[in-house]
């Protein structure tokens, strides 16, 4: 079946500390991965993206992720986190080729001032 | 560039009655757009793809009579939620991808939440 799991449902961390959240997908074929933002009482925004080529991705905002095959992981990093990065974070996946996305369950992080 | 509108961003209704979210792509023309349902505290689960000119295609649990989707033009695409329950309450997502964009990136839109009375 074809899954994306987010393993941390909620992460707290203090201003200027290191993030990592994990993302781990379940799907058969070449794949597309993203990272996509929430911020409070706003829409979801592209952070970063993943299609092919290095697969350690920049995206926006100092955030990085990087897909292992081996893993069927492609985790988001910060090396240091803002308050202004409090936020809902959801990896998905979608099959190379189709626009048909699957989302994760979503990490709320919450960085404290 | 790639907005994507929804209107209204809230609506409460009484039971029974039926309600319609609009989707618009801004600047951009999109052949395919999506619907999303939101669950509190729960990940965007896909309700059904809206295709420009053609019936949409709905998500396997989704009932199509009660969810109707109309894309009448490269811009808009519009959910209709029939004879709506308390259970449809939620908060429902649309997103869309460019025309002749070679990857696949969907652009999301605000949302909308629906409370039914």
């Known amino acids: 079946a074809q899954s994306v799991s987010q393993h941390n449902h909620h992460v707290i961390l203090s201003e200027a500390a290191s993030l990592e959240l994990g993302c781990n997908y379940s799907?058969?074929?070449?794949?597309?991965l993203f990272w996509y933002v929430q911020y409070p009482g706003q829409h979801l925004q592209l952070l970063l993206k993943y299609f092919s080529g290095d697969p350690l991705v920049k995206g926006i905002k100092g955030f990085e992720a990087e897909f292992i095959k081996s893993k069927f992981s492609f985790n988001l990093r910060k090396p240091s986190v803002q308050w202004s990065d409090t936020a809902e974070y959801f990896c998905a996946v979608s099959g190379s080729g189709t626009y048909k996305y699957i989302f994760g369950t979503g990490t709320r992080l919450k960085v404290l001032a | 560039g790639a907005v994507v509108s929804q209107h209204p961003s809230r609506v409460i209704c009484k039971s029974g009655t039926s309600v319609k979210i609009e989707c618009r792509s801004l600047?951009?023309?999109?052949?395919?757009m999506f619907w999303y349902r939101q669950f509190p505290k729960q990940s965007l689960m896909l309700m059904a793809t809206s295709n420009e000119g053609s019936k949409a295609t709905y998500e396997q649990g989704v009932e199509k009579d009660k969810f109707l989707i109309n894309h009448a033009s490269l811009t808009l695409s519009t959910l209709t939620v029939t004879s709506a329950h308390p259970e449809d309450s939620s908060f429902y997502i649309c997103?869309?991808?460019?025309?002749?964009?070679?990857?696949?990136?969907?652009?999301f839109g605000p949302g909308t939440r629906l409370t039914v009375l």
């Open positions: 600047d951009f023309q999109a052949t395919t």
């Open positions: 799907y058969g074929g070449t794949v597309n």
């Open positions: 997103s869309a991808s460019p025309v002749g964009q070679v990857t696949d990136t969907q652009y």
